[in-house]
């Protein structure tokens, strides 16, 4: 079983539309869950940062993490057509030693049309 | 804002030929990371640094692979003798003590020709 799952889309929403985009995992001891945009050849750029279970809002963006079912959701209200890039899930567990190494998912490719 | 800086951008080289890639990251950030990107694919992790030294390093990270942190500042990947399937884009990444987010830079596309 792959560590990280992610359905790779591509998925394509009205702008305005609420977008939702999921990761599923494997391995429970993953503890800290985060979530980057990456644009076309270019870096992930990080949006989202979550620790352990629960929701956690920024601006129309909301991460929710579900420990009990692995599985974890980014919900876009009010899409924009500059929201259109890659969205990676990515996560590490809580260890004593200094590696912090993320596991990934695959990215799902989101086009919000205007 | 900081933001982590990689050069070059684009690197081309013939299979065989050693590379070293670039990093300039957050100025004070302690934890340090290669990751790399082949076309199509999941991200992968290369190599963890803290403190001087490798923390962890994946299996991709063989031989022929190695990391420096010269002057306090920079922060390189050698890669000795480049082969076809290391083409691929390479990330690296800078993140502080006792904090997990990590800081991507730009990222440097790496061709084998």
């Known amino acids: 079983q792959k560590e990280v799952e992610q359905d790779p889309g591509p998925l394509s929403v009205p702008e305005g539309a609420i977008v939702s985009l999921n990761c599923t995992y494997s391995n429970s001891a993953f503890q800290y869950f985060m979530w980057y945009r990456q644009y076309s050849r270019k870096g992930p750029e990080l949006l989202m940062y979550t620790y352990s279970s629960g929701n956690k809002e920024d601006g129309r963006f909301t991460a929710q993490v579900d420990k009990s079912s692995k599985y974890i959701s980014l919900f876009i209200r009010d899409s924009q057509p500059s929201d259109s890039a890659t969205y990676l899930c990515a996560m590490t567990t809580l260890n004593a030693g200094n590696n912090r190494k993320l596991i990934w998912g695959l990215g799902t490719s989101l086009a919000v049309n205007p | 804002e900081p933001e982590v800086t990689q050069t070059p951008s684009h690197q081309v080289t013939q299979m065989g030929q050693e590379v070293i890639l670039r990093c300039v990251p957050i100025s004070n950030h302690l934890y340090f990371y290669w990751y790399r990107q082949i076309l199509g694919q999941k991200v992968e992790f290369l190599v963890s640094f803290y403190n001087n030294e490798i923390s962890e390093k994946s299996e991709i990270f063989d031989d022929q692979f190695s990391v420096e942190r010269p002057d306090g500042s920079n922060f390189t990947l050698k890669i000795r003798s480049t082969k076809l399937e290391d083409s691929a884009m390479y990330f690296c990444?800078?993140?502080?003590?006792?904090?997990?987010?990590?800081?991507f830079g730009p990222g440097t596309r790496l061709t084998v020709l």
């Open positions: 990444a800078s993140g502080r003590a006792s904090y997990n987010e990590q800081f």
